[in-house]
């Protein structure tokens, strides 16, 4: 062999010995306070067990699709920093994101613009109303409210770039794919049954538009809107895109830098003032974690550093959230000391 040779092995050796274990460090980002497998395992199905047979809540139907949808199914996802997976019950099942999107499409929104810019432009104060007022966008200041209020929501899809809908559509949809770290697809039935009654929608977009506080055609935008909220997701997908929050933005599962890890916190704050809607007080009061819910039946909350737990279960209660994976996150997040307010979730005893 000659020296060029050994010395460009050695070379190619030391660089190797260098990145691999960084990049396996980094992504790896377990927290030292994260519970054991064992565990994690031992209180989902205890979880499962106790909440499987709740009746309480109702299907959403102002969305005909929604009300057709098997009030029984059930599914609970976890997915670690480290990329652990752990799954219980129906989490195969592909369900409307609905409201959960509007988590995602900030996201982007703040990717293109930057956090000041979207927040000088919808907002972050919780509207204390349901999702879709129509007096919070005529009493709040700033009439957006906030991005995961619908108005708020309608208007922060508005801002994303593209030459024309398809365009923005299109980003949108394969921004929440490097999210959940595959491709995820519109339930096309759903669309159409939303986009047929959406009306309330398009009356706050039009109502945005007076206040000047939509940026882009508002009909189109509402339709961006109805579109993002028709993927389709199952609890390990709606997990893993919650993952990818609490692990700073990096997908646990592919490793790739997908939302600006100066973004998280704020996104992480804005789903404490307003994942959970007129309840997120209430949400913050016992649970404690940032979360976000769909009138589909999905529920995810971030364990920052940790991990995420997505519950899907149709029936919601009267603000719109699903009853069962609301409790299932409680009781959960109590048992492993999730609670972002409690000293004790970072290891002090
Ligand atoms: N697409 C639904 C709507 O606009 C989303 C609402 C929700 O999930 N809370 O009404």
């Known amino acids: 062999m000659s020296r060029t040779l050994v010395r460009n092995i050695f070379v190619v050796v030391i660089v190797a010995a260098?990145?691999?274990?960084?990049?396996?460090?980094?992504?790896?980002?377990?927290?030292?306070?994260?519970?054991?497998?064992e565990v994690v395992e031992a209180v989902v199905r205890e979880a499962y067990d106790k909440f499987r047979g709740d009746t309480g809540g109702k299907n959403a139907d102002y969305i005909p699709y929604l009300a057709q949808v098997d009030s029984k199914l059930f599914g609970i996802a976890i997915v670690t920093t480290d990329n652990q997976v752990l799954t219980l019950g129906d989490v195969n099942y592909s369900f409307s994101i609905q409201s959960i999107s509007k988590v995602f499409t900030l996201a982007l929104a703040m990717e293109e613009l930057g956090p000041d810019k979207v927040f000088q432009q919808i907002g972050s104060e919780p509207t204390g109303r349901a999702f879709n007022s129509v007096p919070a966008v005529v009493d709040m200041p700033t009439h957006t409210g906030n991005p995961l209020v619908n108005a708020g929501a309608i208007a922060t899809t508005s801002l994303i770039s593209g030459k024309d809908a398809d365009e923005k559509w299109n980003k949108i949809l394969a921004f929440y794919g490097k999210v959940a770290g595959e491709q995820l697809k519109l339930i096309d039935d759903v669309y159409k049954s939303e986009a047929a009654t959406n009306t309330g929608n398009k009356a706050l977009a039009m109502l945005l538009a007076k206040y000047d506080r939509i940026y882009s055609e508002p009909f189109d935008s509402v339709d961006i809107y109805t579109k993002q909220c028709s993927v389709g997701v199952n609890a390990s997908q709606l997990a893993r895109m919650g993952a990818t929050l609490a692990n700073n933005g990096v997908n646990p599962a592919t490793g790739e830098q997908v939302i600006k890890r100066e973004d998280v916190p704020y996104i992480l704050a804005t789903m404490t003032m307003a994942g959970l809607y007129d309840s997120s007080g209430g949400w913050a009061w016992h649970v404690g974690l940032p979360a976000k819910s769909g009138v589909g039946g999905g529920i995810v909350a971030i364990a920052p550093g940790k991990g995420a737990i997505a519950v899907f279960a149709p029936p919601l209660d009267e603000a719109g959230n699903s009853v069962k994976a609301q409790k299932v996150i409680e009781y959960v997040a109590q048992k492993l000391n999730y609670n972002l307010y409690s000293p004790s979730s970072v290891g002090l005893k």
């Open 18 to 37: 260098a990145i691999v274990p960084s990049r396996a460090l980094a992504q790896t980002s377990l927290s030292p306070v994260a519970p054991r497998r």
